[in-house]
């Protein structure tokens, strides 16, 4: 078991190198943030000192040399626009992204989960049309309309919820909603196929040919075989909640690390672009490992080698 | 081939999706003859009106007018074509770059084979939206830079799954028969891996059509999809966002379309899949 995780923590590693290489490639094609900070009267020689005192006039692989030593000390350099270092910058900004994220990650398994299992339990039935026809829905509405739609009935018209920025937790209901659907369809769609794979296997039969009643062929055989690669994707979703969150936080002013990120890139803010980046890849990547490995202890098939 | 054709006909998921499809495909291709108005007229003094069946509403502007007094119906109409052909352009070259990816990683294995596994999960460790918004933000905005963005963000599905078909492919008989006969690699792939795994990123494709038909539309939300002078379902959403308090329908309408379209290219995908696997067929 440790050698499994020593292992899988070492792999983390080249991905990470990976992602940084696509941040910084990213923000040097981004566009050159001097220009944006000085007055739009100013003179060559006045882009050329901001450029100085921020580091621009540097040699690209002298730039990336001296990113890669800041990276290793998690120093990311100071935002161009407020003071603080952007790490800061970007840690004050993650509570509000893991809440929405959290509360989204929470309904799209409690709704999620039980549609799959329905779905499965009434196989070609009309209920279970019903329900992969939602499913199929729900993976098809834009996020950000959806989002827009929500603040038109319930905000606007109806005026029961609060439409923009954070607080109560009635600030919460819209968007963790917006952000779920996605993600609800998708974990109701693999419950629902995986399951119905799983009662086809010979030792569903087996179970059946014993005696053993419908319930508890449900529970015990196939619902606890089908555990694992339902983990496995709500890890994987985490990227596309993660992603999703730079959409739904802008369309509901929520004042978290996706909203950020896309103001960051209108201003072309590297600094905080790149530490935003660096933090949600983490957040991502050592989810999965814990996942792997939660995975590896609930599944005796599955070999640590 | 024959069977799958039967099967399809028969199959009520594909048919309710070809039947959503169906305008929005005339929509596309006949968007100059079908849209009542020129999509780019302002007409001032007919700005925000309503859809024709509400209050207010003017019988010439069916789905009403956006701020600057447009047909909304005829911009959703051209909206159409735009969609249609980038979910169309995404998945041919992103299906060619992932499949040619996938499979020389599942047919080599070894070094090849670890290498592109972890550029693969570099780009599953990234937000794609993150990545698509970065080149956007300094691409010039235009349609072939949008489609090669959304491309080169969208290869990682076939990758893996024509790696791992590959890889199981390389193991069976007619396979390692083949390689006894001393045929070349490129013949074992031609003639022997490709028209097996076929099927398999036909599906997916069918599925990135109405993935990649939702990234347009939000980048082109967020302000960084295409020109603006080419109407397009989310920067015509956006548009409305600012009249978002007292004008629903520049925001909801163009949504509407992005909806149905992504549900019944979806549907569509779904029906082939079970037409086309085994194991649906009961």
């Not at chain 1, 893991?98 to 329905?118: D, T, Y």
């Not at chain 1, 499965?120 to 279970?128: E, V």
């Not at chain 1, 954070?166 to 996605?182: D, R, W, Y």
């Not at chain 2, 790696?163 to 031609?190: C, M, P, Q």
Request: proline share 6%; charged share 15%; glycine share 10%.
């Amino acid at each position: 078991m440790i050698p499994y995780v020593a292992r899988r923590l070492l792999m983390v590693f080249p991905t990470l190198v990976g992602v940084m290489l696509i941040v910084f490639f990213l923000t040097f094609t981004i566009g050159n943030p001097a220009v944006l900070l000085v007055p739009a009267e100013a003179e060559p020689a006045d882009i050329a000192r901001v450029e100085a005192a921020l580091g621009l006039d540097q040699p690209i692989p002298v730039q990336f040399a001296k990113y890669l030593g800041r990276i290793v000390r998690l120093d990311f350099g100071t935002s161009f626009y407020s003071d603080g270092p952007a790490m800061q910058l970007v840690l004050s900004r993650l509570p509000a992204t893991l809440q929405l994220s959290l509360a989204a990650a929470v309904i799209a398994v409690m709704i999620g989960v039980p549609a799959g299992l329905f779905g499965a339990l009434w196989r070609g039935r009309a209920a279970d049309m019903f329900l992969s026809a939602s499913v199929l829905f729900g993976m098809s509405i834009p996020n950000f309309w959806l989002g827009l739609v929500l603040i038109i009935f319930f905000g606007v018209q109806l005026k029961l919820l609060p439409i923009s920025g954070m607080g109560t937790i009635k600030h919460l209901v819209l968007p963790s909603i917006t952000l779920a659907t996605g993600m609800l369809a998708s974990i109701a769609r693999l419950i629902r196929n995986d399951l119905l794979d799983v009662l086809g296997a010979d030792f569903i039969r087996t179970a059946q040919a014993k005696g053993v009643g419908r319930a508890a062929v449900f529970v015990r055989h196939a619902l606890k075989n089908s555990l694992s690669p339902v983990i496995t994707l709500v890890g994987l979703q985490l990227g596309a909640l993660l992603g999703g969150a730079i959409v739904t936080e802008s369309v509901f002013a929520w004042p978290g690390v996706g909203r950020f990120i896309l103001q960051s890139i209108e201003r072309r803010d590297y600094p905080v672009v790149q530490a935003a980046t660096f933090v949600l890849a983490v957040i991502f990547i050592l989810t999965n490992l814990v996942i792997d490995v939660i995975c590896a202890r609930l599944d005796p098939r599955i070999v640590y080698d | 081939m024959t069977s799958v054709i039967r099967r399809l006909a028969r199959n009520p998921l594909f048919l309710t999706g070809v039947i959503f499809l169906l305008p929005i495909l005339v929509f596309a291709v006949g968007a100059q003859w079908i849209a009542p108005h020129d999509p780019h007229e302002q007409v001032l003094s007919l700005r925000l009106t309503p859809p024709a069946s509400q209050k207010g509403g003017n019988p010439a502007y069916l789905l009403g007018t956006d701020g600057l007094g447009r047909d909304l119906l005829s911009r959703v109409i051209y909206g159409a074509r735009v969609s249609l052909l980038i979910g169309l352009a995404v998945v041919t070259i992103s299906g060619l770059i992932g499949t040619a990816i996938g499979v020389t990683a599942g047919y080599f294995g070894g070094l090849v084979d670890t290498l592109i596994m972890r550029v693969i999960d570099t780009f599953l460790a990234f937000p794609f939206l993150l990545l698509a918004l970065a080149v956007m933000a300094v691409l010039k905005p235009g349609l072939w830079n949008l489609i090669m963005v959304l491309a080169l963000t969208g290869w990682v599905p076939y990758a893996r799954v024509a790696r791992i078909r590959t890889r199981t492919l390389r193991g069976v008989e007619f396979v390692e028969a083949a390689v006894a006969l001393a045929a070349s690699s490129a013949r074992i792939v031609n003639r022997h891996v490709l028209p097996n795994i076929s099927s398999s990123l036909v599906i997916i494709a069918c599925m990135e059509v109405g993935a990649a038909i939702l990234a347009e539309s939000t980048l082109s939300f967020l302000g960084l999809g295409i020109r603006p002078d080419i109407p397009t379902w989310g920067m015509t959403l956006n548009e409305g966002r600012g009249y978002l308090l007292f004008a629903w329908w520049p925001t909801t309408i163009p949504g509407i379309f992005i909806l149905l379209t992504v549900f019944g290219i979806n549907m569509v995908g779904d029906g082939i899949r079970d037409a086309t696997d085994p194991r649906s067929r009961h």
